[in-house]
């Protein structure tokens, strides 16, 4: 090994710390990742079962040009790993029995569903979508890979000028109202906010960029399901030199001098140069002895924390017609919804929930003739989660989807995975159960989110759903190239001193 090169140790391996390590492997530095779990991929795990594929975590993919901006920087290209297919309808969003919007994936055809919900919806849309493209492409150019390390980086006249233009200061409940009155149009709109895993009344205007990236730019489905980027991520990273060693969860990081020497996994103590953390933030925090913690449990206390989820893995032993690949069902209220999952936690009095029904899409996904069902009820993180309360929710969702389907699947049903709070603790030491990381609020934005770089021992590291960009996959492949960047100054200014 040159001077240059450095032992880095990676924990943890979803898309942030696949993304990480292949920086870092790249700039020749010797890698190790260590993933507790049995399958890396991290959220992204894969469940077979009975001749089910469930893809246990995303199913929704959504700005392509990250990932082609991803694999391009390895002269790699998506394809190189996984097909895509463009779902059209890209998803349907069921409002009763007999309402529905399928949302088809020509931009054309959206605006004449517009026109058709409201008058001028066409009009109103171009001049929505117009600001929500500058929106886009200011954030990628300006915002989304800056470390946000200090509110310098944003001090910029110009800056100050865009925070305006990109509608920081408003929430997205506020913005969107501005443009639309019909009210299944605010809430076609709304819903790709619950992705930043927060409600429009707490997430900035800002957020409109997301109806660009879903109308606009397609929802696409890797074929094979999510776990084909985790493979083709992980083909990458071996290919760039990276060790996985799977099932063995890290316990500590020592620290000797104010800097992390080793760690202590369940099968041995191995010494680094540096080390990332992409498990959950919270609970890699609490793999330091308490003098060299960024942030006290009081801080993670008051974060506002995207919602975790009660799921259910579904295998069905006959084809349902209605059923498209993405199926959304707000036949209730998103506001109380929202209100039972920020305001006042608990679980949800008439709850919204979403159907995926991958096998539409992918033949190998589900033996011929069954479907795989993934249903997914949002959740407040930190609530109390047993056996008879998903049972209870399992009965009101089927007697729900039974309605609005007008089909018999409970008495079909061969195989059934629930997964809920205590899972997300316990397959990811996810603090609170949360699913997808901190909401995305004005508050808990950029600067503004925990770190990614620990201040008190320099060689140390974060990336991840709960730093910065924020939480989805796409955000967690920027988050890891952001900290390899950092990584890489930090050696540069470490080896410039010896
Ligand atoms: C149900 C669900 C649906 C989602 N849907 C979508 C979607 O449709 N589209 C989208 O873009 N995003 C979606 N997301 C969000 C997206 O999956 C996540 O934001 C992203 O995968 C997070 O990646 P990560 O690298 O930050 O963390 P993780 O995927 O959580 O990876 C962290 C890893 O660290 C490991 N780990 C934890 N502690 C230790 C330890 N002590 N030692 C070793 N390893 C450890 C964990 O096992 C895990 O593998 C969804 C998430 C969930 C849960």
Request: aromatic share 14%; charged share 20%; net charge negative.
């Given at each position: 090994m040159t001077q240059k090169q450095k032992n880095i140790a990676v924990i943890g391996s979803g898309f942030s710390g696949l993304a990480c390590a292949s920086f870092l492997a790249r700039e020749g530095h010797t890698v190790t990742v260590f993933e507790k779990n049995s399958q890396i991929g991290g959220r992204a795990r894969v469940l077979r079962e009975k001749g089910y594929v469930f893809d246990m975590g995303p199913s929704w993919y959504w700005m392509p040009e990250v990932f082609e901006r991803y694999f391009g920087q390895f002269n790699k290209k998506p394809s190189d790993y996984y097909l895509l297919t463009q779902l059209d309808p890209a998803f349907t969003m069921k409002f009763s029995e007999k309402e529905e919007f399928l949302i088809p994936a020509s931009v054309r055809e959206i605006y004449e569903l517009f026109d058709r919900e409201e008058e001028n919806g066409a009009e109103k849309l171009k001049k929505f979508m117009k600001e929500a493209e500058t929106k886009y492409e200011l954030s990628f150019k300006n915002f989304i890979y800056k470390p946000s390390l200090s509110i310098l980086e944003f001090s910029k006249p110009k800056y100050f000028q865009q925070a305006i233009k990109l509608d920081l200061f408003n929430t997205f409940h506020k913005h969107i109202r501005k443009f639309f009155k019909s009210k299944r149009l605010i809430?076609?709109?709304?819903?790709?906010?619950?992705?930043?895993?927060?409600?429009?009344?707490?997430?900035?205007?800002?957020?409109?960029?997301?109806?660009?990236?879903?109308?606009?730019q397609g929802t696409w489905y890797p074929n094979g399901g999510f776990t084909k980027i985790v493979y083709g991520m992980q083909s990458l990273a071996t290919e760039l030199g990276v060790e996985f060693r799977v099932e063995e969860p890290v316990h500590k990081i020592q620290v000797t001098n104010r800097k992390a020497?080793?760690?202590?996994?369940?099968?041995?103590?191995?010494?680094?140069?540096?080390?990332?953390?992409?498990?959950?933030?919270?609970?890699?925090?609490?793999?330091?002895?308490?003098?060299?913690?960024?942030?006290?449990?009081?801080?993670?206390?008051?974060?506002?924390?995207?919602?975790?989820?009660?799921?259910?893995?579904?295998?069905?032993?006959?084809?349902?017609?209605?059923?498209?690949?993405?199926?959304?069902?707000?036949?209730?209220?998103?506001d109380l919804?929202?209100?039972?999952?920020?305001?006042?936690?608990?679980?949800?009095?008439?709850?919204?929930?979403?159907?995926?029904?991958?096998?539409?899409?992918?033949?190998?996904?589900?033996?011929?003739?069954?479907?795989?069902?993934?249903?997914?009820?949002?959740?407040?993180?930190?609530?109390?989660?047993?056996?008879?309360?998903?049972?209870?929710?399992?009965?009101?969702?089927?007697?729900?989807?039974?309605k609005l389907t007008g089909e018999e699947i409970r008495s079909h049903i061969d195989y059934k995975k629930s997964y809920c709070l205590n899972d997300f603790k316990a397959d990811y030491n996810s603090f609170k159960g949360n699913a997808y990381g901190l909401a995305n609020t004005l508050s808990q934005t950029a600067f503004l989110k925990p770190s990614l770089v620990n201040k008190k021992v320099k060689n140390l590291f974060y990336t991840g759903q709960l730093t910065v960009p924020g939480p989805g996959v796409p955000p967690a492949l920027i988050s890891g190239e952001i900290v390899s960047k950092q990584i890489k100054k930090y050696l540069n200014k470490y080896e410039s001193k010896i």
């Open positions: 809430q076609l709109m709304e819903f790709p906010i619950l992705f930043l895993g927060g409600s429009p009344k707490n997430i900035p205007g800002l957020y409109s960029l997301m109806n660009f990236s879903a109308l606009h020497t080793a760690i202590h996994t369940s099968k041995g103590e191995y010494s680094f140069d540096v080390v990332v953390c992409s498990s959950d933030y919270a609970h890699s925090e609490t793999l330091l002895d308490e003098a060299y913690r960024n942030y006290s449990p009081k801080y993670w206390d008051k974060k506002v924390f995207s919602p975790s989820c009660l799921i259910f893995y579904l295998g069905v032993n006959k084809t349902i017609n209605s059923f498209q690949h993405h199926n959304l069902y707000f036949d209730e209220s998103l919804h929202s209100d039972e999952i920020y305001k006042h936690p608990k679980w949800p009095g008439k709850p919204l929930f979403y159907v995926c029904c991958p096998s539409k899409t992918d033949p190998g996904v589900a033996p011929k003739g069954h479907e795989n069902l993934f249903v997914l009820m949002p959740l407040a993180a930190g609530l109390e989660d047993t056996e008879e309360l998903r049972e209870r929710y399992f009965g009101l969702l089927m007697e729900r989807l039974e």
